[in-house]
């Protein structure tokens, strides 16, 4: 159970371009999907909050990458949604070195949740992602959303098929059904974003602020009161999202 991790989710900032990145430290797990796969909605029912990710299909606001904070040196990433029909080619290009720069070169990122409608997984941009990121032979994590919209047995076929597929090309992904409407996966999710934030070890432990062994060590006082992460200080703010 790793429920206290995603509840002190905490938004910290968004950023639009790579040099607006916070400093490459802690850990990171990213989310990535197509617009209206429903990355937004994942992201919410996994932290048990309605709105921490902006549940929209409003192109602008969507092409930044959402920094949350859920634990010392812990974070979750939103990464802005792809495949829009009518981007603009400039738009599109700027999304490919983004996504594609952070993806490869990120060191604190320790793992990809995939989201992808369990209707219509793999299309060729998410295919374009796990090419980026599964390069880097860090995990991948396939969420097939919206599994509510199909039958038990079609949501198992489909699960398998996939896994098989993305097997065969990619070692470390991994794949599940998930339904942020019914909460169908929500455990197993969270347990494998936990897993990735190397939190995932002695369950009862499992305070959102400790830091394993050899990670960012010393960047917050183990002791004390939880103040301002110091690594934010100096770092220009990113853009905030626009409601
Ligand atoms: P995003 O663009 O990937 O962030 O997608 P959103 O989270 O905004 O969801 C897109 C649409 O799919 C919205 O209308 C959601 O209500 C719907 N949706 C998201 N998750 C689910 C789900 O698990 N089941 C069903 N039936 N609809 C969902």
Request: net charge positive.
């Amino acid at each position: 159970m790793h429920h206290a991790l995603f509840t002190r989710v905490q938004y910290l900032l968004s950023v639009g371009e790579l040099s607006q990145l916070p400093p490459d430290r802690g850990a990171e797990v990213a989310f990535a999907g197509r617009s209206n796969a429903g990355k937004s909605s994942a992201i919410n029912a996994l932290c048990g909050r309605r709105g921490i990710a902006f549940v929209s299909r409003t192109p602008g606001r969507t092409q930044l990458i959402n920094f949350f904070q859920v634990g010392a040196g812990r974070y979750l990433v939103d990464l802005p949604g792809y495949g829009y029909a009518n981007a603009p080619a400039a738009q599109r290009a700027r999304w490919e070195v983004l996504i594609g720069t952070y993806l490869r070169q990120r060191q604190a990122l320790r793992g990809l949740i995939l989201v992808m409608d369990a209707r219509h997984p793999l299309t060729p941009l998410d295919r374009r992602m796990l090419d980026w990121f599964a390069a880097t032979r860090r995990p991948v994590h396939a969420l097939l959303s919206k599994a509510d919209k199909l039958s038990r047995q079609a949501g198992q076929r489909q699960r398998m098929e996939s896994q098989e597929a993305l097997s065969r090309l990619y070692p470390t992904v991994s794949v599940q059904l998930f339904s942020s409407s019914t909460s169908v996966g929500l455990e197993e999710a969270r347990e494998a974003v936990a897993r990735m934030l190397e939190m995932g070890k002695g369950a009862e432990g499992d305070a959102p602020d400790a830091t394993p062994e050899g990670v960012e060590s010393n960047r917050e006082p183990r002791s004390g009161p939880r103040k301002r992460n110091p690594r934010l200080k100096g770092i220009k703010p990113g853009v905030k999202p626009q409601l």
